[in-house]
């Protein structure tokens, strides 16, 4: 059994195909079957349940790729540790990033940082912010930025940002007029929502539940804060968007409104408790929090 072996076998059951994986590979979709193949037949079971259009994994398939996980993890451990011990001021460092953070903060800080230090590079992944936070856990990346809260159990939890979330109407809206709105009084309005995959569409959610006793009731769903915006502008709804968003929005027919009680958006740099964290992932998580956003 060869480590590259596992390594394609983790490609394909992120992928569910063999296709997709071998494109992300960089290999041919014959030589990573073989390979799946091959695999399969020294373990003496099948993996993978292959069928035209996906790959689905076994129960076996499910257990090679908890060891596997596990075994390519620490030999990349192994090499960060060889590297920091070789070179402090050189590698490479894998982040999972919400769109939305993405686009708010990170050009900045990522100049920031490759001025301070041109040798670090920086490999960045947009995911939604609860795969992030998955995807952090399954250490496929050493660190990830995600909005609060997480399970302080499992995960390093460095704060960045703080703010207040803010209520989208539109201008002809009755509520646009008023300075503040309470989200109890928000029970029969329709929303344009963040899809599941972001924190944020449970964080509100849970916090209508909470302080007023209903969920609200969603009408689109949307990854994309600007379009959620044009919804808004033409009253198809109402949204709710991180102070920092709303600061950008240049649509003439929103008014922006408190919320009561208030919503808060916090951020934060995350690392899995137990792994072993590079230099260059120290060295980036006390360059962001010491100047935090």
Not at 17 to 26: F, P, Y
Not at 153 to 179: D, G, Q, S, T
Not at 220 to 228: A, H, I, P, V, Y
Request: net charge neutral; glycine share 4%.
């Amino acid at each position: 059994m060869e480590l590259r072996q596992l390594t394609y076998f983790i490609e394909v059951a992120k992928y569910k195909s063999i296709t997709k994986a071998a494109e992300q590979l960089h290999i041919s979709q014959p030589a990573l079957s073989k390979s799946i193949k091959a695999l399969e037949e020294e373990l003496g079971t099948t993996l993978l349940i292959r069928t035209n259009k996906t790959s689905h994994i076994t129960d076996a398939g499910n257990v090679v790729l908890e060891y596997a996980r596990k075994m390519t993890g620490l030999v990349g451990e192994m090499k960060l540790t060889l590297s920091d011990l070789t070179n402090l001021l050189v590698g490479q460092l894998n982040i999972g990033l919400p769109p939305f953070i993405g686009s708010l903060f990170f050009p900045k800080v990522m100049a920031q940082f490759h001025h301070a230090y041109p040798n670090i590079k920086l490999d960045i992944t947009e995911y939604g912010g609860a795969r992030v936070v998955k995807s952090v856990e399954e250490e496929e990346f050493e660190l990830g930025v995600a909005v609060l809260p997480v399970d302080e159990a499992i995960f390093n939890v460095y704060p960045i940002v703080e703010e207040e979330m803010l209520l989208l109407v539109p201008k002809n809206h009755p509520l646009a007029n008023r300075k503040e709105v309470y989200i109890k009084d928000l029970k029969d309005e329709e929303f344009i929502f963040y899809h599941e995959e972001f924190a944020l569409n449970k964080i509100i959610r849970n916090h209508f539940y909470i302080t007023a006793g209903f969920e609200p009731k969603i009408l689109f769903k949307s990854s994309q804060w600007d379009l959620m915006s044009e919804m808004v502008a033409a009253n198809l709804g109402l949204s709710i968007l991180p102070r920092s968003i709303c600061n950008r929005l240049f649509a003439k027919d929103i008014n922006i409104v408190s919320l009561k009680p208030t919503i808060m958006w916090r951020l934060a740099v995350i690392t899995k408790k137990g792994r072993y964290i590079s230099h260059a992932g120290r060295t980036f998580i006390d360059f962001i929090v010491q100047d935090r956003l």
